[in-house]
């Protein structure tokens, strides 16, 4: 096994989560030397190879937690090594992934246009995997795999009690292009149709054919909370950034209104949806 194979990398602007990687590291060094292992030992007692020992202890890895499980058998830590897991889970996501799951499980209220792939919370694995290998310049195999877990973990927002209110609308042309296959393509169709189904959800589809759209500026996230504030995000304002302002706010939800005059019905999306994957 590669010694790159069980970690991911440390994003230098997350802060917080570079504490929590470097109290771990710091943990395991202390548990090590405690017991008297050198740092090569104990990376053949893993399994694993000494530069990869060497980064989690020196906080620029942050350990997998099959790293963490077999690290409290090697030095018979009794469990106070794998309980660390639950730290490292914080982390173990992009900074920015996790800040906009934290908000996905506060919502109420989700407004979701994406113009140039299926949406995240969307995608199959398959298909999200194509989008990641597809990146340039390419990610190391190791963040395709983060951000896969990432990409997972939001999804959790569909099993939420009680479920927030989700409306979706897809660019018809993201169903056409077969990325990563035709094959992925046909389970990314079948899933949107399992998802059209689901009463907390309206998914919609801008056909075409359409010759005005509201949406050219770039996509949308418009994301509503229990006590009446929101956060809205595009490209298209603020740089992209989070936006709590109201009138940004308004610009947002003025946009995402005139899209769904513009797009087909939920019914009538289904049956393009159903169309385009008998044609795949």
Known sequence: MSAEESGWEVDP???WGVAVVATVGRQLRLRREAVGMSAADFGVALGYGEDLVYKIEGGKRIPRPEYLDKADEVLRADGLLSAMKDDVAKVRYPKKV???AQLEAKAVEMQLYEPLNVHGLLQTPEYA???LMMRR???AQDEVERYMAA????KSVFDREPSPELSFVLEEWTLRRPLGGRA????QLEHLLEVAQWRQVELQVMPMRREEHAGLAGGIEVLKFEDGTAVGRSPAVAGGRPVTDLRQLRILELRYGIIRTQVLTPGESAAVIEKLLGET
């Open 13 to 15: 602007d997350d802060e």
């Open 98 to 100: 996790r800040e906009l």
């Open 129 to 131: 995997r194509g989008l």
């Open 137 to 139: 310049p390419a990610y």
């Open 151 to 154: 990409r997972v973990a939001r």
């Open 184 to 187: 992925v393509l046909r389970r």
